[in-house]
């Protein structure tokens, strides 16, 4: 997948995050300016209460921190807290219906354009097939001195 096409996927996910319909095409700003409204919306109906997501890697802490930001929202990290932990006041409802399935389906597409990218790489630059192959899976080796 190229960039320009991960980037149309990407704006495409968030037209959907927004309550676009499936083939209605939303300039990227509409879709932003809609979710926006809707988080005030959910705040009076259901106020915000601090999140804690503890993300696996920096690329996700990254993404996570782009979409928030994007929606407006004021992501930190409690001093003490490690760098992939990120926290958010929101409401409950935004979080499970809008902003945690959007940044699932981010992760994925980027993860997706990322392993891509990287098996191109190797197999450009190391002539190693990359795509597909992990180490080979064997009986554990007993060490000297063990039973």
Same mark, same amino acid.
Do not use: C
């Given at each position: 997948?190229?960039?320009?096409?991960l #980037?149309e996927?990407?704006a495409?996910?968030?037209?959907?995050?927004?309550?676009?319909?499936?083939?209605?095409?939303?300039?990227?700003?509409?879709?932003?300016?809609?979710?926006?409204?809707?988080i005030?919306?959910?705040?009076?109906?259901?106020?915000?209460?601090?999140?804690?997501f503890?993300l696996?890697?920096?690329w996700?802490?990254?993404?996570f921190?782009?979409?928030?930001?994007?929606?407006?929202?004021?992501p930190?990290?409690?001093?003490?807290?490690?760098?992939?932990?990120?926290?958010?006041?929101?409401?409950?409802?935004?979080?499970?219906?809008?902003?945690?399935?959007?940044y699932?389906?981010?992760?994925?597409?980027?993860?997706?354009?990322?392993?891509?990218?990287?098996?191109?790489? #190797?197999?450009?630059?190391?002539? /190693?097939? /990359?795509k597909?192959?992990?180490?080979?899976?064997?009986?554990?080796? /007993?060490?000297?001195g063990?039973?």
């Open positions: 997948m190229d960039e320009t096409k #980037l996927r990407l495409l996910v968030e037209a959907l995050a927004a309550g676009a319909a499936g083939g209605e095409k939303l300039a990227a700003e509409e879709a932003r300016r809609r979710l926006i409204e809707r005030k919306q959910l705040d009076s109906e259901d106020p915000p209460i601090a999140f804690k503890q696996t890697n920096l996700q802490r990254k993404i921190l782009a979409l928030a930001r994007r929606y407006g929202l004021s930190y990290r409690i001093k003490g807290q490690r760098h992939t932990t990120v926290m958010v006041k929101v409401s409950r409802r935004f979080v499970d219906e809008t902003l945690w399935p959007a699932v389906q981010l992760s994925d597409l980027l993860n997706e354009h990322l392993e891509e990218i990287t098996d191109r790489i #190797l197999e450009q630059g190391l002539g /190693a097939e /990359a597909g192959k992990e180490a080979d899976e064997v009986e554990q080796l /007993a060490l000297p063990m039973p």
